[in-house]
């Protein structure tokens, strides 16, 4: 039974590595945004059980996702969109690190619906857009 689990792991490596390997940008920062959002709703379970070990594995894996997209930001050339992009992830970072400080599940709910506003503002993109920066 092991064998079977380990050989749909590495099956789901293998698919997701194809999958970044021929995103366009668009889709990548998509795919960031919903590992951010699976690792919060994982924290956030964590925190329910009070499983401080895992909470604080997914809070840090959010936040390091959180870093990433913010590196990616173009603060010369995206404007006040990217500065507003900016300062809202310095926000969510000094949030999840007091979720995880304080053990508090509504400051993990609010960076979830934070990312989601984001992720669905990227989501509605227009097609142009998605197509211009490949």
């Known amino acids: 039974m092991s064998v079977n689990i380990n050989a749909l792991k590495q099956y789901q490596n293998v698919d997701l590595r194809a999958t970044v ?73 000094r949030t999840m690190m007091q979720a995880n400080s304080q053990n508090d599940v509504n400051k993990v709910q609010e960076v979830m619906d934070l990312m989601l506003e984001i992720k669905q503002g990227w989501a509605e993109m227009p097609n142009e857009i998605q197509i211009g920066e490949q």
């Open 21 to 93: 390997e021929t995103a366009s940008p668009h889709k990548l920062i998509a795919m960031l945004l919903d590992g951010a959002m699976g690792a919060l709703a994982k924290s956030k379970g964590a925190i329910e059980r009070n499983e401080i070990e895992e909470r604080t594995e997914h809070l840090n894996k959010a936040s390091e996702i959180v870093v990433g997209l913010k590196g990616c930001l173009d603060l010369e050339q995206g404007g006040e969109i990217a500065a507003n992009l900016d300062a809202l992830y310095d926000y969510m970072l």
